[in-house]
């Protein structure tokens, strides 16, 4: 089983950051696929950005080109998500997925943390 935590959500003004990051636990994480995923209210799910398992290529929704960056540090279990210049409708719960996939298509994660929120204020 995995068991994904996110934490670093809160508060930020338009233009300013945060970074959050994901604790996973169980064994072989450096096997998993990582992703962050977003819901703001009223909408649906979106993938936000995804990293596979050796780092050698991630995926950006087009909403966030250029201004977040997706990581993870196999050693340590984690997986982040810096988050620069945030606009307003950047405000959503952000999740925290892994999948087992070596290829994994967005419908493919399965695992999933509780959330944290992110609140952008213009």
């Known amino acids: 089983q995995v068991q994904l935590l996110e934490s670093g959500g809160g508060l930020a003004q338009a233009g300013g950051s945060l970074r959050l990051s994901c604790a996973a636990s169980g064994r072989s994480f450096s096997y998993l696929s990582m992703a962050w995923f977003r819901q703001a209210p009223g909408k649906e799910r979106e993938a936000v950005a995804t990293i596979n398992r050796s780092c050698s290529s991630s995926y950006y929704a087009d909403s966030v080109k250029g201004r977040f960056t997706i990581s993870r540090d196999n050693t340590e279990n984690m997986v982040y998500l810096q988050m620069n210049s945030l606009k307003p409708e950047d405000t959503a719960v952000y999740f925290c997925?892994?999948?087992?996939?070596?290829?994994?298509?967005?419908?493919?994660?399965?695992?999933w943390g509780p959330g944290t929120q992110v609140t952008v204020s213009s």
């Open positions: 997925a892994a999948s087992r996939a070596y290829l994994p298509g967005l419908s493919d994660y399965n695992y």
